[in-house]
C-alpha cells in the first residue's frame, strides 16, 4: 500500500511470475496490476486486479480502510488482468456498486456474472464520494470498446487504465519521482506498440478530450504513476499514435546461412559510413516479435533483409509484416534486401510493402542470387548510406 496523496492510495500488485503478457509478449520485468483506492465520506475502488493475485490484493485494500465498506468499484476496463476480482471482491462487499458505462456492465455480466448494484455512467457523468469528486470520460478502443477514465478534479488526478501504461513490475516505489524511470520508457513503447498500437486514431481523440484537463499525476493500470514526467509521456503518446518515428532506423533481417546476414552487416556499414549512429540490429530468428514490432514503432527508418523461402518470403519476416501492417503502421522510410537460390520472391514482397499507400522506399532494393560477393556488399553498403542520408535529412 503506498498513499500518493491524502485520499488517494495505490493498492495494486506486482507479477513477477507470468511469463507472457496475454500469452503473447514476453515480461522480462515482470508487470504491474495497478489498482486505487479514493477515499472521500465514501470510497471508491479504481480497477482490480489479476484474480491470481486477490489475496495481496485484499490486503492492501484493508490496510488502507481497515473494515470499512467500499462504496463503489470503479471499472476503467473490463480485460481479466484488470476485471479479474470483481466477482471476489463482490463476495467480501456485497453491497458495492458497480460503476462502468453500458457496455463495461454488460461486459461484467457476461464475464463473471455480475447483477447486483451497478451505476451505469455516460462521457462526462459526475459521481460525489462527498470530499473527492470522479468525472467518466469515455476513450473507446484505448484498448477496448468499453473503455474509460476517471479523473478527480481536486488533486487533478487521472485514472487512466492502460493508456500511459509499461510493462515492467514496480521495484519498491510507485511514483516516477521516487525512480530511476529510464527502463519504463522502452517498455511503454513495447506496451503501446503491441497492444493498443492499432488504435493511433482512438488514442489521438482520447488525447484532445483529455487535453484540457489539470493533469497533475496520471495512474494507470500498469507501470509508475507519473507526475514530474507527465509531459513526456503524454509527448510519447502523441508521437505512437500519430506514427512518428524518431531520427533512427532499426535494420531487421532474417538469415538461414550466413548470406543474407552479411548483407545485413554491409548495410550496417553503409549506415555507420552515412554518419548515422542511432540504429539498432536484429536477427529475426533471435529477437521475439514485440522488440520488432517496438522498434519500428520507435524509429523512422526501417531496412528489412529476407532470404526467399517456399516461393515466397521467410516466414518470420513475413510475420513481421503481417505484425506491422496490422498495426496499420506508416510514415516510415524503407530500405530493402534480400536473396534467393533459384527463384527471387524476397525483395518483390518486401519492396510491395516499402511501397504502400504511407511508407516511402529508400535507395535501390539489393536483390542477391546464392553467395554474397564484393560486388553485392558494395550495393548495400550504398543502400545503408543512402538510408542514413534520407533520415539525417528528414529532421
Ligand atoms: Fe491492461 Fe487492456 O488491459
Known sequence: MKQLIPSI??????????????CLWPLSSGVSYNSYLVVGKKIALIDTVDVRFFATFLDNIREVIGTRPIDYL?????????????????????????????KTLQMAEGFYCQSGPSLCVSEGSELSLEGMDLRFYLIPMVHWPETMVTYEPHSGTLFSGDAFGCFGALNGGVLDSEMDVEPYFPEMIRYYSNIVGKYGTQVQMALKKLGGLDLRRICPTHGPVWSESIGRVIAAYQRMSLYEGEQGVSLIFGSM???TLLMAESVAEGLVKGGLKNFTMHKLSRTDPSYLIADAFRFKGLLLGAPT??????????????????????NRLIGCFGSFTWAGQAVKHLTEFAT?????????????????TRETGLKCQQLGEAMARRILEAE
Open 9 to 22: 492510495y495505490y493498492v495494486g500488485v506486482n507479477d513477477r511470475n507470468k511469463e507472457r503478457f496475454e
Open 309 to 330: 523461402y517456399n516461393n515466397g518470403l521467410y516466414p518470420l519476416m513475413e510475420q513481421l509484416l503481417s505484425d506491422l501492417r496490422h498495426r496499420g503502421l506508416k
Open 257 to 259: 546461412y550466413g548470406n
Open 74 to 102: 470503479v471499472i476503467n476496463h473490463m480485460e481479466p488482468d484488470h476485471s479479474g476480482c470483481i466477482g471476489l471482491i463482490r463476495q467480501v462487499y456485497p453491497d458495492i456498486c458497480l460503476v462502468g458505462n453500458k
Open 356 to 372: 504502400a499507400p504511407g511508407m516511402e522506399l529508400v535507395g535501390e532494393p539489393v536483390e542477391m542470387k546464392q553467395g554474397f
